[in-house]
């Protein structure tokens, strides 16, 4: 009898281990995505014409890569801080929670990844930048959804600037 008290206790207990663990797997946004820009929100001051991103994704990172054409001709931002969010470049985070710093021409970064409720990604950017007007920070929220079937990803920012806060609403296609 005690045997038998022990192993349904003992599924028990895997049974909600293997349950907690699976609400926490992040999901695969992995691939190359397409911006919709009929379904996306970008906000008046944009000039993003078009993007193309690759997410590179393993079991302990995720790698962002977005290539944005600008109005007026010009693709990215080359490197610097404009890398990532919505310039040029990779972004690497670090899946496991632990921030990452990222120096570059125009300051450092610090990059951080949590997962969100109902297999929500978040990512975090905050960047001190130095320019020629001289030293200021931003801090960017990105909240990553991925629909059911895993064809749309949805993404929705915000950011804080010393001129206000900036939010959009990004919708890629899967290619």
Same mark, same amino acid.
């Given at each position: 009898m005690n045997k038998r008290i022990f192993a349904c206790a003992a599924l028990a207990v895997l049974a909600a281990v293997s349950f907690a663990a699976a609400q926490?797997?992040?999901p695969d946004f992995g691939g190359k995505w397409k911006l919709d820009m009929s379904k996306s929100e970008l906000g008046e001051r944009s000039r993003v014409e078009s993007m193309?991103?690759?997410?590179e994704q393993t079991a302990d990172s995720l790698s962002v890569e977005r290539t944005p054409k600008f109005a007026g001709g010009g693709e990215g931002m080359g490197g610097g801080m404009g890398r990532g969010m919505m310039g040029g470049g990779k972004m690497t985070y670090d899946l496991s %929670? $632990?921030?990452t710093k990222v120096e570059g021409s125009m300051g450092n970064a610090v990059l951080k990844v949590e997962n969100g409720?109902?297999?929500k990604l978040?990512?975090?950017q905050n960047r001190n930048l130095e320019t020629q007007m001289g030293s200021f920070s931003l801090k960017t929220v990105e909240t990553w959804e991925l629909s059911a079937d %895993? $064809?749309?990803l949805t993404i929705n920012s915000s950011t804080e600037t010393p001129r206000g806060n900036r939010t959009q609403k990004m919708v890629f296609g899967r290619q």
């Open positions: 926490n797997k992040t193309d991103m690759t997410v %929670g $632990k921030e409720k109902d297999g978040v990512l975090t %895993g $064809k749309t």
